[in-house]
């Protein structure tokens, strides 16, 4: 009966976790009393649908304590949930009693645009002192040793005298030579802007930034590039907007509604990944590269040549 109360105690102390009928989220470390300086790891966890929103709170935002790493969450799909975790490594280097808070989850459900939040228990747990062994000796402090330092004198002089001639060359050719007459090469034809689009578009791809973990670095450019582009090609407010704001301009924008829908996609798992640093599936990285192309090329201006009778 002591055991099975004891585990009960231990689950109830390591382990929190909040329900909601849409998110599921859990927060829990590996033990109860650490050393000082010991690693504190936390492990969070949360399931939700895949249609809906989760916007994962930041790891400096979690617990006021000093970070030594933070994983990258890391996304599984089961069937049409997604599960999400991340652990994050704490250290403290004070003893007494610490608590790391409950942690807040917003959320959006599917199709509708109002707030939810869902929030786990907070944590306690101790750091203790490293405990001093008093009944042996204290060993004797160790003598000084006497090191050698190298003079660089030589080196540094020599580095003087190579920046001092690179001046001097530098000054002769500038004002003491003729200058080289320059032809005049005409400007290049600025191209089409989709032309050029579709060229930033391609650059960036060849980059393999969501291939390198650097997620976050892709949607900035993969969604700038996009915004400039409507904004020149629709006239519309497109740096400054939210995404709702976008999406709600190109909808006024007598556009066909696949290609408004295509870019909602893009501009919601980009939220994911720059707000909420989700990581999304390797598959929805590649669709939204996909469904940039293909809107620049179904809004491309259609040019018209006239025919001579």
Same mark, same amino acid.
């Given at each position: 009966?002591?055991? $099975?109360? &004891?585990?009960?105690? +231990?689950?109830?102390?390591? /382990?929190? #976790?909040?329900?909601?009928?849409?998110?599921? !989220?859990?927060?829990?470390?590996?033990?109860?009393?650490?050393?000082?300086?010991?690693?504190?790891?936390?492990?969070?966890?949360?399931?939700?649908?895949?249609?809906?929103?989760?916007?994962?709170?930041?790891?400096?935002?979690?617990?006021?304590?000093?970070?030594?790493?933070?994983?990258?969450?890391?996304?599984?799909?089961?069937?049409?949930?997604?599960?999400?975790?991340?652990?994050?490594?704490?250290?403290?280097?004070?003893?007494?009693?610490?608590?790391?808070?409950?942690?807040?989850?917003?959320?959006? $459900?599917? &199709?509708?645009?109002? +707030?939810?939040?869902?929030? /786990?228990? #907070?944590?306690?747990?101790?750091?203790?002192? !490293?405990?001093?062994?008093?009944?042996?000796?204290?060993?004797?402090?160790?003598?000084?040793?006497?090191?050698?330092?190298?003079?660089?004198?030589?080196?540094?002089?020599?580095?003087?005298?190579?920046?001092?001639?690179?001046?001097?060359?530098?000054?002769?050719?500038?004002?003491?030579?003729?200058?080289?007459?320059?032809?005049?090469?005409?400007?290049?034809?600025?191209?089409?802007?989709?032309?050029?689009?579709?060229?930033?578009?391609?650059?960036?791809?060849?980059?393999?930034?969501?291939?390198?973990?650097?997620?976050?670095?892709?949607?900035?450019?993969?969604?700038?590039?996009?915004?400039?582009?409507?904004?020149?090609?629709?006239?519309?407010?497109?740096?400054?907007?939210?995404?709702?704001?976008?999406?709600?301009?190109?909808?006024?924008?007598?556009?066909?509604?696949?290609?408004?829908?295509?870019?909602?996609?893009?501009?919601?798992?980009?939220?994911?990944?720059?707000?909420?640093?989700?990581?999304?599936?390797?598959?929805?990285?590649?669709?939204?590269?996909?469904?940039?192309?293909?809107?620049?090329?179904?809004?491309?201006?259609?040019?018209?040549?006239?025919?001579?009778?």
């Amino acid at each position: 009966m002591k055991l $099975k109360q &004891g585990i009960l105690w +231990m689950l109830t102390l390591f /382990t929190t #976790s909040m329900s909601a009928q849409d998110v599921q !989220v859990s927060a829990a470390i590996d033990k109860q009393g650490y050393l000082i300086g010991d690693y504190i790891r936390l492990h969070i966890t949360a399931s939700t649908d895949s249609l809906n929103q989760l916007f994962w709170p930041a790891a400096e935002a979690i617990a006021p304590f000093d970070i030594i790493s933070a994983n990258p969450i890391d996304t599984a799909r089961e069937k049409n949930n997604l599960r999400l975790s991340q652990t994050i490594v704490y250290s403290i280097y004070d003893s007494g009693a610490y608590t790391i808070p409950a942690i807040t989850f917003q959320y959006k $459900k599917a &199709g509708n645009q109002l +707030m939810n939040a869902v929030t /786990t228990d #907070s944590i306690r747990f101790m750091v203790n002192t !490293v405990a001093v062994d008093t009944t042996t000796a204290i060993k004797p402090i160790k003598t000084n040793i006497n090191v050698k330092a190298k003079s660089f004198l030589w080196l540094y002089i020599l580095i003087g005298l190579v920046i001092l001639a690179t001046i001097g060359l530098g000054i002769y050719f500038t004002f003491f030579t003729k200058k080289s007459i320059r032809s005049i090469i005409p400007k290049p034809k600025p191209k089409p802007l989709h032309e050029a689009t579709l060229e930033k578009l391609k650059k960036l791809d060849e980059k393999k930034l969501w291939q390198k973990e650097e997620i976050k670095q892709y949607y900035i450019e993969l969604t700038d590039i996009l915004r400039v582009y409507m904004e020149k090609r629709f006239h519309m407010h497109a740096m400054e907007s939210t995404s709702d704001e976008i999406i709600s301009q190109l909808t006024h924008a007598d556009l066909p509604q696949k290609h408004v829908t295509q870019i909602g996609f893009i501009l919601d798992v980009a939220d994911m990944a720059k707000f909420a640093k989700s990581k999304p599936l390797p598959n929805e990285n590649t669709l939204a590269m996909n469904y940039a192309v293909e809107f620049i090329e179904a809004t491309k201006p259609i040019e018209i040549t006239e025919t001579k009778k």
